[in-house]
């Protein structure tokens, strides 16, 4: 890749990898087997990242915690110099055939392989709230790049609550996310200096986060959608096979299309997640 020197990358079928010391949420390794079946970019991301990072080809560009690449390839497309990390080599050596090979790296968000200020921009698309040590993180990403932004997407406090936990049992978690200030305030204190924000509106399932799943009764009682979630991966066989019965049993009455309806109808006034974009 021009002008962008790094190691542990993916090069001819082999991988060096920075190794993950701290647990995850999820079983990414076996979530990599499906992921692309359900999960792509969604362009409502792709629009407001696109907004944030300019029309500005040739830059450089580092998807931290990118997964199969999925933005990356939308961003490579578009005429950016991209290379993903992600922790999982199971999930980056599907960015191969996307991107192709030489612009992965297998490592951590806190220990990114690039010198200070090499990189143009970056992305985290929901990836801090799976992250243990966010600060760690962010201020690694703000070493390693030169002009921004960091686009960063993902829940925070002030967004709707998801639903779907209530059919198999659970509480939704949105009392324990950060919010939107505190987010700003996080990105400020590890080295960046303006922080602009926008609610994100999903209009399409696209992405198959748990987020977006939530605009589309079918898909969010979908197993084939919802075990591509980190959500799915926190529940024992039990909980799931209740779940879904719940979920199957909403779908057919009606009342999970309005529920849907009435979700959406919330995130209108709250958005169903955030985007931040962060400069030096």
Known sequence: MRGL??????RDDRVMAIRAKTARPGNYAEEARTYDLTRGASPTIVRLVSKFLGPQPGRSVVDVAGGTGNYAQVFQARGFEV?????????VARSVPK???GRQVVGEASALPFGDDAIDAALMIHAVHLLRDQSSALREVRRVVRGGPLVLVDPVRENVETFVQEYFGLHPAAAGRPSRSDVERLLLASGFRRVEHERVLYSDTADGSLYALHVNALHLAGPAYLRNTTFWYQLDPETRRRGLEALA???RSGELAGR???????AVERGHETAFAAWP
Not at 5 to 10: D, E, K, L, Q
Not at 83 to 91: F, G, T
């Open 5 to 10: 020197t790094f190691f542990g990358s993916w």
């Open 83 to 91: 290379v993903v990390v992600d922790a999982e080599p199971a999930m």
């Open 99 to 101: 991107i192709g090979p």
């Open 249 to 251: 049993a909403a779908l």
């Open 260 to 266: 849907v309806k009435e979700h959406f109808a919330a």
